[in-house]
Antibody, heavy 127, light 108 residues
Framework: QVQLQESGPGLVEPSETLSLTCTVS????????WAWIRQPAGKGLDYIGR???????YYNPSLKSRVTMSIDMSKNRFSLEMSSVTAADTAVYFC?????????????????????WGRGTLVTVSP | EIVMTQSPATLSLSPGERATLSCRAS???????LSWYQQKPGQAPRLLIY???TRATGIPARFSGSGSGTDFTLTISSLQPEDSAVYYC?????????FGGGTRVEIK
């Protein structure tokens, strides 16, 4: 089955750039959306953004000025960069598969949800 | 952005009891764009319900979702010890997708 695995430095200095990669195994990145979501310790889930296999992007406006996502089809992985980090960016970062589809026929419904998640990786921003 | 508010913050119930978790949106959400997730300590969230009422693959029948517009509910019909977790609702009706603050379900 498809599995996602985040990787990257666990410690980043303030004002530096956070860089994470999500490697997908057991499946292809093709024709799918891939997302990043983070969770500060003891808090809820915050959506960072998503990338389509074609490279189409959407970033949460609250982070847009600092976030860059990319995708590498040859290595079956996608990446997140977040610049000018502060302590407020300390969190567990999850990558996820974002499923979006519509059922066929008249009255068909469309659905959107995150159906597969990586285990998450803790990134601490500290000197 | 749409704000999702969950209540109660914590629910403490005994095994076999019924749990009712509420999720309220600041604007109307199309039912097909409302999902529920379960998160246990140290784990990633797991998709439970999508389309407000459709169970994801492998999710036990004791989990059910309902609601429309701005008010949605996750019901666990007969709590099991393994249901101890935090539950999040999430809307994808409008960008950006947003999550509720979560309801912690504790098993006495």
């Amino acid at each position: 089955q498809v599995q996602l695995q985040e990787s990257g430095p666990g410690l980043v200095e303030p004002s530096e750039t956070l860089s994470l990669t999500c490697t997908v195994s057991g499946g292809s990145l093709n024709n799918a959306y891939w997302a990043w979501i983070r969770q500060p310790a003891g808090k809820g889930l915050d959506y960072i953004g998503r990338i389509y296999s074609s490279g189409s992007l959407y970033y949460n406006p609250s982070l847009k000025s600092r976030v860059t996502m990319s995708i590498d089809m040859s290595k079956n992985r996608f990446s997140l960069e977040m610049s000018s980090v502060t302590a407020a960016d300390t969190a567990v970062y999850f990558c996820a598969h974002y499923k979006q589809y519509c059922t066929a026929g008249n009255g068909g419904n469309c659905f959107r949800y995150f159906d597969l998640w990586g285990r998450g990786t803790l990134v601490t921003v500290s000197p | 952005e749409i704000v999702m508010t969950q209540s109660p913050a914590t629910l403490s119930l005994s095994p076999g009891e019924r749990a009712t978790l509420s999720c309220r949106a600041s604007q109307s959400v199309t039912s097909s764009f409302l999902s529920w997730y379960q998160q246990k300590p140290g784990q990633a969230p797991r998709l439970l319900i999508y389309g407000a009422s459709t169970r994801a693959t492998g999710i036990p029948a004791r989990f059910s979702g309902s609601g429309s517009g701005t008010d949605f509910t996750l019901t666990i019909s007969s709590l099991q010890p393994e249901d101890s977790a935090v539950y999040y609702c999430q809307q994808d009706n409008s960008l950006p997708p947003t999550f509720g603050g979560g309801t912690r379900v504790e098993i006495k």
